[in-house]
């Protein structure tokens, strides 16, 4: 049976410290999505596959497109990406800015790639959060970039995974429980929301045909 490839690009919250882990799956909602894989479709055949890193913004995505998306031609690609391209904004303004329009035009430049050199089907991540308070000046900068998620997605048919939705009603319940170290970087409970988010948006898409759920098995 021939592998199905996913693989996930993104910057640290994807990356999760990949280059310490000895797998390099990292050890964030990436690896809880393959081991819910792994452990529900026990039968399946997949290639999980992490190219997050630490600080990139969708201009760093598009330097390192060619080798890092489009030569390993996957069967699915999931894309998480936004939340340096408002933080940058708010902590070194001095540096050159991806505004909303550059960042469309960017996202528009590297989902025509990949509609044009692979055969793979689309998965785009909102951004989650910049600090967990709702009317954060980084929350309210990252409506606008949430936004262009949604519309690429609808040019590119690709599929939505809500996490910034998700992280929105999480907060606005006033809970106790932080899901970030420091308003950006998850922690467990963070990093089970992403991944539980994106189990219920797209499992139904990329589940093996044919084959039973571990959890269905009759005892």
């Keep these: 049976m021939t592998s ?21 799956i990292g050890y964030g909602y990436v690896r809880m999505i393959r081991d819910y894989f792994i452990t529900t479709y026990p039968n399946s055949t997949y290639d999980f596959i992490n190219k997050g890193i630490s600080g990139n913004r969708i201009s760093d995505l598009a330097t390192r497109w060619e ?20 933080w940058r904004q708010l902590d070194h303004p001095e540096m050159e800015q991806i505004h909303p329009e550059m960042f469309e035009e960017y996202y528009q430049q590297l989902l025509t790639k990949v509609k ?6 689309i998965i ?3 951004p989650t959060v910049i600090e ?3 009317l954060s000046i980084g929350n309210r900068m ?46 467990s409970a963070g990093n089970t929301l992403m991944a539980n ?10 589940k093996p045909s044919g084959e039973k759920s571990s959890q269905s098995v009759e005892m």
């Excluded at 490839?5 to 280059?19: E, H, P, Q, V």
């Excluded at 080798?67 to 939340?83: A, E, F, M, R, T």
């Excluded at 044009?116 to 089907?121: E, G, I, S, V, Y």
């Excluded at 988010?197 to 990329?206: D, G, H, K, M, N």
């Design 4 to 24: 199905k490839k996913i693989l996930f690009i993104g910057d640290s919250i994807t990356d999760a410290w990949r280059n310490e882990d000895s797998e390099e």
């Design 116 to 121: 044009t050199d692979t055969k793979a089907q």
């Design 67 to 86: 080798k890092d998306v489009i030569q390993l031609n996957p069967d699915y690609l999931s894309i998480s990406i936004g939340i340096n391209d408002v």
């Design 142 to 187: 990252l409506k606008n970039y949430v936004e262009i998620v949604h519309k690429v997605a609808k040019e590119f048919h690709a599929k939505i995974v809500p996490t910034h939705q998700a992280f929105l009603q999480y907060l606005q319940s006033n809970p106790a429980y932080k899901l970030t170290t420091d308003g950006v970087h998850m922690n």
């Design 197 to 206: 988010s994106w189990i219920r948006a797209v499992e139904e898409t990329i």
């Design 124 to 126: 785009l991540m909102e």
């Design 132 to 134: 967990e308070e709702i």
